[in-house]
C-alpha cells in the first residue's frame, strides 16, 4: 500500500463518532522515507482546519526546536496517533485512539523510519509502554523491532509549562545525535 492509498482510506474512515465533527482528516506530513518519525497525539483545532499536523501555536514552537537542532519539516515526517480532532481538543479515549491505531501502523510500516519519537505522554502511553511517565522516561531511548524509539514533552505543555523548555532542547539535540548515528551522517 502507498501512503496516498492509505490517506484515502483514512479520509473516508468512519469507525470513530470523530467523523462526524472532523473538518478534515489531519493524517500526516514530511518526507515519505524520512528517517524520523514524529507522532503526536490527536490534531487541535488549527490542525483541523489545515488538515496539517502541528501548525498551531504548539506546531510553531515545534518548528522551532527542529529548527535549533539543524532538522527541517520536510525531511521528517510527522503524523498522530489519531487521525481526527477531539472536540474541543480533550484527549483522545481509548476507544478512538483503537480505531485509529492500525492506520499509524501502516502508516510507520510504509514510511519505515529508524526513530520514533513520541510528542507527549499519549502517543508515548500508545507507542513506548502503557506505564511510561512522560516526566521520568523523556528523553530515554528504546528499541522495539529494530526501531528506535523515544518521547519528548508535547509542545503545548510547554507553552502550558515553559521550564521544561531546557528538557526538550536537550532531548531534541539527543535525538538528532542518535539519528546521525543510525544514519551515518555526522
Known sequence: MELSELKQICENC??????????????????PHADIMF??????????????????RAGQLFDKYLIAVGLK???????????????????????????????LREQTRIINPKMIVCLGRI????????????TRDH???YERKGKILTAVYHPSALLRDPRKKDDMLADMMKIKEKADMLTGKK
Open 123 to 134: 502517543s508515548a502511553y500508545r507507542i513506548i509502554s502503557p506505564d511510561f511517565k512522560i
Open 39 to 56: 507522532v503526536g497525539e490527536a490534531p487541535g483545532e488549527n490542525e483541523d482546519l489545515t488538515g496539517i499536523p502541528f501548525v498551531g
Open 139 to 141: 528523553g530515554v531511548f
Open 73 to 103: 519539516r520536510e525531511d521528517v515526517y510527522i503524523a498522530n496517533t489519531i487521525k481526527c480532532r477531539p472536540p474541543k481538543n480533550r484527549d483522545p479515549n481509548p476507544e478512538e485512539q483503537a480505531a485509529c491505531l492500525d492506520y
Open 14 to 31: 468512519r469507525k470513530c463518532s470523530l467523523c462526524e465533527t472532523r473538518t478534515n482528516v489531519v493524517f500526516g506530513v514530511g518526507d
